[in-house]
């Protein structure tokens, strides 16, 4: 991985959506897609460029030091990109003989999902819960102490 000062590289989209690098030197590479590199702890920090292949092409270590138009469009994409729906409500979790079945409330509406195990459920400090689907969906919970009392208490196990 190289950490590339922002002025040497910049983004294009061509006409079919697709995010286009231009690296220094000027090699183009179409078809990138960016990632957060610590999504949750530097959520606007440390992006990583990858080819269509997933390989590592460079890190943007601050999107927010690149010029427009390609700062929008590197932005546009992660955001695209970027799906973390944040639990407001637990309403129940059911034991299954393979997991767990979660019926929640999230900023985007209601939704049920499984976890497979309990170290789908990963405490990131600070009263932060992250839990990962089967789908590998990742769903937040900014503030534990912030939600309802019943809530609460379900996570109680795993908090």
Known sequence: ???????????????????????????????????????????????????????????????????????????????RRDFVPIIQV???????ADGHQWHVTTDRGDTTFEVETDESIQNLGHGRLVIVDRRNTRYLIPSVPSLDRVSKRKLEHYY
């Open 1 to 79: 991985m190289s950490t590339t000062p922002p002025p040497d590289i910049s983004f294009e989209q061509d006409a079919l959506g697709r995010l286009i690098l231009i690296a220094p030197g000027g090699t183009r590479h179409v078809n990138v897609h960016p990632a957060k590199m610590f999504p949750l702890t530097e959520k606007d920090h440390w992006i990583s460029i990858q080819s269509e292949n997933s390989r590592e092409i460079l890190c943007v270590e601050d999107p927010q030091t690149l010029p427009e138009p390609s700062r929008s469009l590197l932005l546009g994409a992660l955001a």
């Open 90 to 96: 637990i309403h129940r979790i059911v034991r299954m």
